[in-house]
């Protein structure tokens, strides 16, 4: 029985904000990914919140699942920033997999990312990604992303 409630805690921990709780910056987000891939491709459980600049203002991560936007490899994590009111794309990282975490470690100012990559006959793994010239890498796959044993702080959990 206590397993059962905790189990049910930490669901309820992920649940998405609801619309009137949602900040400038996820709703900025959502209703991009929504005008260029459509609705359902901007469900809210598939974003997360967090500060991965240490500038006292959230980043958004967006997994895109949409037509256009996944393969046999995953779907694409985009990452958004807010600057001066505009939506800003400081990465977008084709085939990955959920769940989506964030390391304590930083590369050019930015927190690592944890993405989960497979497919194309590769066992599921962890990569991290980092920013490095102005950008996440464009792909788990890049020659300066690096395998885990282990994810960070989950951000977006899989579903």
């Not at 005008?35 to 997994?63: H, M």
């Amino acid at each position: 029985m206590r397993t059962l409630a905790f189990l049910f805690l930490a669901a309820a921990s992920f649940a998405p904000p609801e619309e009137d709780e949602r900040g400038p910056e996820l709703q900025a987000a959502i209703t991009w990914i929504d005008e260029t891939y459509g609705p359902l491709a901007a469900a809210p459980e598939r974003f997360g919140e967090v500060d991965l600049d240490g500038d006292g203002s959230v980043e958004v991560l967006a997994y895109v699942r949409s037509p256009e936007t996944c393969g046999s490899g995953g779907c694409t994590l985009i990452v958004f920033d807010m600057v001066g009111g505009q939506l800003v794309p400081l990465g977008r990282i084709p085939a990955t997999r959920l769940p989506i975490s964030i390391y304590p470690e930083r590369t050019d100012g930015f927190r690592d990312l944890g993405v989960t990559t497979a497919g194309g006959g590769y066992r599921p793994s962890v990569r991290r990604v980092s920013f490095s010239g102005g950008s996440y890498a464009g792909s788990a796959w890049d020659d300066t992303t690096r395998a885990e044993r282990a994810h960070g702080t989950i951000v977006i959990p899989a579903q």
